[in-house]
């Protein structure tokens, strides 16, 4: 079996564009969270909470021709790919375009933008809303494909639209089709842009956040007093890469991947299983070689959901008791979909080579439902970690743990 590094990483979050920026408003406890008025035009929706990627326009070089087909999602996509690659030093390098780079990634939904066109199509009869682009913008693999054509990748295309698993799955398989050797490396990760559409799907089932007047106090993972999520925005794309690729063209290495394990409850689309979320865990384990002592800090998917929460931290208790600290970054950017498993990888494997991992903000008193774990509550913790492990649980029971080892040469 190859072994698989990472050589190149970016992201986009509601609270940074960069590490040093998001690490700075983390250790500053500040929050992406803001009141949308926009939103209050939509009668029935409760929640009027979202943490929007603010700073984002179109790259300026970035002509027209080359953003035709792009969607807000795909775009961001398209732009934490090119600064990840540009850091792994391929970005101008004309070997990925060989077939030997493939993409593996995903979003939850298309443009949302281009769907409302189609059933605008289906609400008047007419098709003047459409046009030539229209469904590559709503298609579910529009930000994989988007990528490829982007800078021009002939090897696999791998579309992971599983909900909130969509970017720890596009890592997982990517990882996976490295490992076997099916390709020498990968472009993998997850996009997501906001619509008030999405915070509907969350609101009907009475699992968004209503503090709208208090926007920094929410969401709050695992606290007792949590009232849901709050849909957020964003992308984040890993370079990953055979070793032995990687060294002889003296790539700087940032991380080894070592682990990754997916299953499916089989049982609910919406309440979870403790009990599959736990076996995921240990599939990425066995699949590393790595014991639960090994493994310093959990990035939990915490998304401050009644039965997640509850379902999320009992799996983990059950493997690791209250040794390993765990938090959540979505206290802090809210719940970016597709997106949040290619940032929370980014950002804890940032976090694991710079020895600060964050606290879960808004989490004052954690609920006895949850399981009895060493939460990371305050002014977050100074930790040596050889590996970090992060989570990520979907709509449809669908469960991903990823493993991520300090590289040292």
């Not at 490829?148 to 720890?168: D, H, M, N, P, W």
């Not at 990968?186 to 089932?205: H, K, P, R």
Request: charged share 15%; aromatic share 8%.
């Amino acid at each position: 079996m190859k072994r698989v590094v990472v050589t190149g990483m970016s992201a986009i979050t509601p609270i940074g564009q960069d590490w040093a920026t998001v690490e700075k408003n983390m250790q500053a406890l500040q929050s992406g969270v803001q009141y949308m008025p926009e939103w209050e035009v939509f009668e029935g929706l409760n929640t009027k909470l979202a943490a929007p990627v603010s700073d984002f326009e179109r790259p300026a070089h970035y002509n027209r021709k080359m953003i035709r087909s792009m969607g807000r999602g795909a775009m961001m996509g398209t732009r934490v790919t090119e600064l990840a690659l540009a850091q792994a030093g391929l970005l101008d390098d004309e070997s990925i375009k060989d077939g030997s780079m493939g993409v593996s990634f995903g979003s939850s939904s298309g443009n949302p933008e281009a769907t409302m066109d189609f059933a605008n199509m289906l609400l008047t009869q007419s098709t003047g809303s459409l046009n030539a682009n229209s469904y590559i913008k709503m298609m579910a693999h529009t930000v994989p494909v988007n990528l490829a054509v982007f800078f021009q990748l002939k090897g696999r295309v791998i579309t992971t639209s599983s909900a909130c698993t969509s970017g720890s799955q596009g890592i997982g398989y990517a990882y996976e089709a490295i490992k076997h050797g099916y390709q020498t490396s990968m472009v993998a990760g997850g996009a997501e842009e906001m619509s008030a559409a999405q915070a509907a799907v969350f609101d009907t089932l009475y699992a968004t956040s209503t503090k709208n007047s208090t926007p920094q106090l929410t969401p709050s993972p695992f606290d007792k007093g949590r009232d849901g999520l709050v849909i957020g925005e964003g992308a984040g794309c890993l370079v990953l890469e055979e070793l032995e690729h990687a060294t002889a063209r003296g790539a700087n290495i940032l991380a080894e991947i070592v682990g990754f394990g997916t299953n499916c409850d089989g049982a609910h689309v919406t309440q979870p299983s403790s009990d599959r979320m736990r076996v995921a865990i240990e599939l990425a384990l066995a699949d590393g070689l790595v014991a639960p002592e090994a493994v310093g800090y959990v990035s939990a998917h915490g998304t401050a959901t009644d039965r997640g929460d509850v379902a999320e931290s009992q799996a983990c208790f059950e493997v690791f008791g209250n040794q390993t600290p765990i938090s959540s970054m979505k206290s802090y950017m809210g719940h970016s979909l597709g997106a949040c498993g290619g940032i929370e990888a980014w950002a804890s494997i940032a976090m694991m080579n710079h020895g600060w991992f964050h606290p879960t903000i808004n989490l004052q008193e954690p609920d006895p439902e949850c399981g009895a774990l060493d939460y990371i509550q305050g002014a977050g913790r100074t930790l040596d970690c050889e590996y970090v492990m992060s989570n990520n649980f979907a709509f449809g029971g669908i469960n991903t743990s990823l493993i991520f080892k300090r590289w040292s040469a």
